[in-house]
């Protein structure tokens, strides 16, 4: 048995050898794998079953060629089995002698393959048998494809069959250029190159074929263009010569597409740098070639007129039935879809029509429609005697105007030229809308590209415009018919509204009626003006429409208005036409909006006039028939509906007066209440000590001023009744003192407090608050703790004490109030403005006058006094009987020490009052008890019975140092601390026991070093 030898594998040299065969046009080549299954053919190869190459491709030799695989397969497997090549074969084919030799080989994956090698021994090039055979069956084959193939896929299909015909010719590049007969251009529509090379630049855009005259007259002829190196080109063919030489130097045969007498344009072969030898049997194949693909493209042009024509034709069907179908309501929307349904099925960006006035050579746009990202024509009214003259005249003719190009219209359409130009338009189509003999406007597209108008639209396009004339004319007698109702029915319903509208309406409602006017009858503009006889000027106060000249809100004189409104001021409604207006701001305004005119009547209160109805308009017609009668009617509902407006707001806004000036007595009545029942009694100020003395003439002094005072003192002193003293001496005496308590507000709160704030100002700000300076604006207010105010805040409250000025919180509006402000506090200010506690600049504003309140230590004359007043106060307040201080009494309170809180005197007193159960005051039971610092046990003492009837008599008081008071005060507050728990303020804490605020008590707690938290409880 021979021994099997391993196939070679593949080389880079392979590589390229095996690339120059498959490429070449004499030698037939294939590569199959082990399965006997084509893995590369070229056209050689498949020539012998006439299959195109990529039918071979992945399928076996008995599925591509029956016919020869008996003798194939064989041959291939044993070469595959032994490893050994054949050589010389001969196939046996019917019209070709082939010999075939097969060599082993490994594929690229490493898998055994066979290689077979091909030679055509019946003849030599083109002219071998061979080659006519793989021609003819090109040729079948592609007549049955370009016949079969459906318009849509024909362009795919002409490119894959001009590179099976460049293939089979071995030429480098073929393409197709078909004829634009319109606009006399040619332009490249199919190329095949091969794949080392780039597209021909610029033939992909149309070029006049007047510029080519020798090749057009030769092809129009139905004769190629056939060139080697440029040869048999004539001298003066010099355009050609340029268009060749795109390529290169070589080869180029040119073959007109043509059917009949018509040419349809192209097909261009070339071989660069290549002569050619131009045979009559490849010029043949070359015009068979042509043919094949000028029956194609005739064939699709055919069946797209076809169907172009029965889509055209019911198109226009579809639209003529739903404008006759269409009712009286419905026409404009019916005519609208129309125009859109036209527009998309001619493919065009615009759709339009235009009503034409005869008469003054006009058009006017009633209906439009713009593809989405296209802009509706801005000009909504065409003057014909002045920019289409042209147009005109071929329309009045019953021509449709079919312009591919807008470019090369002629020159006397030199004005319609440059206006479609600059609006982008670049063709154009118009069809003359005609009812009789009478030209009624136009129906037209335009695109913002070129397009070559089809015979099937143009040879419609006067059945268009008699489709729209017919839908036009219909709407225009119609409309004439329900004009008058709608005016009347309109006028009806806003004389309605504006009679029955409250007051608080009127200006909405007047508004709403002017832009309905303005709406249902194309109004520009209306307005509504208020004149001023004195001042002798008009004011816009209610307008609707765009924007139109006259200022609105704005006083304008008379004299700017004198030839638009000076005849309004007589009876009767005016026309004022803008061409008979005076020169000035308002005419040119008139005439660079388009304004024709306008129509304006007298508003009248009795005999008065007191303003002016205006209409605007675009069209001088809009004035005549109905509306023009009916607009006195509309100025007399709209004057009495503005009396009444005015007359129930000038009621509304004196009653808002009186109202606010209520609720502003109603707030001082409540806050004077509250002082009263606070009992707060400046008459009643004892001051028969030296101390007390001074201080009341200071009161006197500073009263009648409104200087800034503020009040120093310990707790309790009467710094509050100082200040109120104060302002029950001073001018303001009649408006209220107002308090506020700077040590109970929250921080977060004091410039609501002090400024006020609006409703919504503030999360649960549900309605306006007025603030403390608000309250108290021409009168006093009193800051009871001043040195308790935030550093924050100090600086807002300098402002209002230097400008008199503040801002509500919520509200821009800067609020002015006149102020005298009383400050009171038992701090030492002096030391917290060093320690940066206190802005300096505020402490000297608001201690211009300062007053310092002394304490009942120092006023021991003032004890009985007061001590009388609080006994006569507390009697009436308890409903008690008569009660009187004894001489007893008189040097308890004279003994006592009192440390200068004029409230403890007052509490001793109410709680005498309150122990004494008959005519006898018992001040013995209410005197304080001074504790020790040491408890002294004492056996009780054995009380006869006669002495539990008489009154205890008092011990004299013990007498004590300053330092034994500060130990005492020292340690009360250690066990109000402890009873509390550590807790200083609220209900139960050590400021509530001792009955003090609890400012003051952590005042005492610094000054003694104390600290709240070594006492609360875990």
């Given at each position: ?6 196939p ?25 794998d082990?399965?006997?299954r ?63 030799s ?13 290689t ?31 016949a ?134 490849l ?40 404008l ?27 759709a ?86 009478r ?6 597209t ?45 006028l ?56 139109a ?14 030839g ?46 007191v ?33 009444r ?90 408006r ?19 400024f ?83 802005r300096?600049?505020l ?52 003994d ?15 709680r ?27 056996p ?47 209900r ?31």
């Amino acid at each position: 048995m021979p021994t099997r030898r391993e196939p070679r594998s593949l080389s880079s040299e392979s590589d390229a050898m095996l690339e120059a065969l498959f490429t070449s046009p004499s030698v037939g080549l294939a590569l199959l794998d082990a399965d006997l299954r084509f893995v590369r053919v070229n056209a050689l190869v498949a020539a012998l079953d006439g299959a195109p190459i990529e039918a071979h491709v992945g399928r076996t030799v008995e599925d591509v060629m029956p016919s020869l695989a008996p003798v194939l397969v064989p041959l291939l497997k044993g070469v595959l089995e032994r490893g050994e090549p054949r050589l010389d074969v001969a196939l046996p084919t019917e019209r070709a002698q082939v010999l075939a030799s097969f060599f082993p080989m490994r594929l690229r994956d490493g898998s055994r393959g066979v290689t077979v090698v091909c030679v055509d021994r019946s003849g030599s090039g083109d002219a071998s048998l061979l080659g006519r055979l793989r021609f003819d069956d090109l040729v079948a084959r592609l007549s049955a494809e370009l016949a079969e193939v459906s318009p849509e896929r024909l362009d795919r299909t002409l490119e894959q069959s001009l590179e099976a015909v460049a293939t089979t010719f071995d030429a480098d590049r073929a393409l197709v250029m078909l004829l634009d007969a319109q606009s006399a251009t040619i332009r490249r529509t199919h190329e095949w190159h091969r794949a080392d090379l780039e597209a021909l630049p610029g033939l992909e855009v149309p070029m006049p074929v007047a510029a080519f005259p020798w090749a057009s007259e030769k092809l129009f002829a139905g004769q190629p263009v056939l060139s080697s190196n440029f040869e048999g080109l004539p001298e003066h063919a010099e355009a050609e010569r340029l268009l060749l030489h795109l390529d290169g130097p070589g080869s180029t045969a040119i073959e007109p597409l043509r059917v009949g007498p018509r040419t349809l344009g192209i097909v261009v072969f070339s071989w660069r740098e290549r002569a050619r030898d131009w045979t009559p049997l490849l010029r043949a194949r070359l015009r068979t070639v042509a043919e094949l693909i000028a029956t194609a493209l005739d064939r699709r042009e055919l069946e797209r007129t076809a169907h172009d024509r029965l889509r055209f034709e019911q198109l226009l069907s579809r639209i003529s039935t739903s404008l006759i179908e269409a009712s009286a309501a419905r026409l404009d929307d019916a005519i609208g879809s129309a125009l859109r349904m036209l527009a998309q099925a001619m493919e065009v960006d615009r759709a339009y029509v235009y009503e034409i006035d005869e008469e003054t050579a006009t058009a006017r746009s009633v209906y439009q429609h713009a593809e989405p990202g296209v802009p509706e024509i801005k000009t909504r009214v065409w003057s014909f005697a002045k920019d289409a003259a042209w147009g005109l005249a071929e329309l009045r003719a019953g021509r449709a105007l079919v312009v591919p190009r807008v470019e090369e219209l002629p020159e006397r359409a030199a004005a319609e030229r440059d206006v479609l130009l600059a609006g982008g338009v670049r063709s154009l189509l118009i069809a003359p809308m005609r009812v009789g003999d009478r030209l009624i406007g136009i129906v037209g597209t335009d695109t913002r590209r070129e397009i070559a108008w089809s015979d099937v639209v143009v040879s419609r396009a006067q059945l268009v415009g008699e489709i729209f004339a017919s839908a036009v004319d219909r709407r225009r007698l119609e409309r004439l018919a329900a004009e008058r109702q709608r005016i009347d029915a309109l006028l009806a319903t806003i004389s309605t509204a504006l009679i029955d509208a409250p007051a608080e309406r009127i200006d909405e409602e007047l508004g709403g009626a002017l832009a309905r006017i303005c709406v249902e009858l194309g109004l520009v503009r209306a307005l509504v003006m208020r004149f001023d006889r004195a001042a002798s000027t008009f004011r816009v106060t209610h307008h609707a429409g765009a924007p139109a000249a006259f200022d609105v809100g704005v006083d304008q004189p008379r004299s700017e208005l004198e030839g638009a409104l000076a005849p309004t001021l007589s009876r009767g409604v005016h026309l004022v036409r803008t061409a008979a207006l005076p020169p000035g701001r308002l005419r040119e305004t008139w005439e660079r909006q388009g304004i024709v005119g306008a129509a304006a009547a007298a508003l009248r209160r009795h005999d008065d006039v007191v303003g002016a109805l205006v209409f605007l308009s675009r069209e001088e017609r809009a004035f005549e028939g109905t509306f023009r009668a009916r607009i006195l009617l509309m100025e007399d509902v709209v004057a009495h509906a503005l009396a009444r407006r005015d007359a129930e707001l000038a009621r509304r806004a004196a009653f808002d007066e009186l109202e606010r000036m209520k609720a502003q007595l109603e707030r001082e009545r409540d806050y004077l209440r509250e002082e009263i029942r606070g009992e707060h009694d400046v008459h009643a100020i004892v001051a028969q000590s030296a101390a007390q003395q001074r201080v009341m003439t200071s009161v006197e002094a500073v009263a009648s001023t409104s200087a800034s005072v503020l009040v120093r003192g310990e707790t309790g002193v009467g710094k509050e009744l100082i200040a109120r003293a104060i302002h029950a001496r001073s001018p303001r005496a009649e408006r209220p003192l107002v308090k506020v308590d700077c040590a109970s507000i929250p921080h977060e709160l004091f410039e609501r407090e002090f400024f006020g704030q609006v409703r919504g100002a503030i999360a649960g700000a549900l309605e306006d608050r007025v603030g403390r300076f608000e309250l108290a604006d021409r009168g006093t207010l009193f800051l009871d703790e001043v040195g308790e105010i935030p550093l924050e805040m100090q600086s807002k409250l300098l402002r209002v004490l230097q400008d008199g000025a503040l801002e509500r919180i919520g509200d821009p509006r800067t609020r002015r109030v006149d102020v005298r402000v009383i400050a009171a506090t038992n701090r030492d200010l002096e030391a917290d403005v060093a320690a940066g506690r206190f802005r300096r600049d505020l402490y000297y504003r608001l201690g211009v006058f300062p007053l310092e309140v002394p304490p009942l230590r120092e006023r021991a004359e003032d004890v009985l006094p007061l001590a009388r007043y609080y006994l006569r106060r507390s009697v009436k307040a308890l409903g008690r009987g008569p009660l009187e201080l004894t001489r007893v009494h008189e040097r308890l309170l004279i003994d006592h020490d009192w440390p200068g809180n004029v409230r403890e005197l007052a509490n001793v007193i109410e709680r005498a009052v309150i122990l004494s159960s008959g005519s006898e005051l018992r001040l013995d039971l209410a005197m304080p008890k001074r504790a020790r610092t040491t408890p002294v046990a004492t056996p009780p003492a054995v009380v006869p019975s006669a002495a539990r009837d008489e009154p205890e008599k008092p011990a004299p008081a013990p007498i004590r140092t300053e330092s034994e008071l500060r130990e005492l005060e020292r340690a009360n507050l250690l066990a109000a601390l402890e009873r509390a728990g550590g807790r200083i303020a609220g209900r139960g804490g050590a400021a509530e026991v001792l009955g003090v605020r609890p400012s003051t008590l952590r005042d005492r707690m610094r000054a003694f070093g104390i600290e709240a938290r070594h006492y609360r409880r875990s």
